[in-house]
């Protein structure tokens, strides 16, 4: 688990973390801001799958010529941040109905 947390960029998945906090601590005092946290989760998890992309894509123009082997695992570690920011973002709506 802390492998795919490291694999998937430690910055946005620190921030994507906090708004999971924000979550679970917004369920208990702020229920409005439910769905607010879960989709400033979900936006960042796809920015960060978008910067990881564009940096990966960028070193593939640079070296030339990729095996595909290569840009599927670029591709797996880019999707990683945006697989937690989902996460986050079921979890506030699951939230969001039980409140």
Do not use: W
């Amino acid at each position: 688990m802390i492998t795919l947390f490291v694999e998937g960029g430690l910055l946005f998945m620190s921030i994507i973390s906090i708004f999971l906090v924000m979550t679970v601590v917004s369920f208990y005092l702020h229920g409005d801001k439910l769905k607010t946290y879960g989709n400033l989760a979900l936006s960042t998890g796809i920015l960060g799958s978008f910067i990881g992309l564009y940096s990966a894509f960028i070193t593939i123009q640079e070296v030339g010529n990729a095996s595909p082997s290569i840009l599927a695992g670029g591709l797996r570690v880019a999707l990683i941040c945006t697989m937690y920011g989902l996460l986050v973002y079921i979890i506030s709506r699951i939230l969001y109905l039980f409140r």
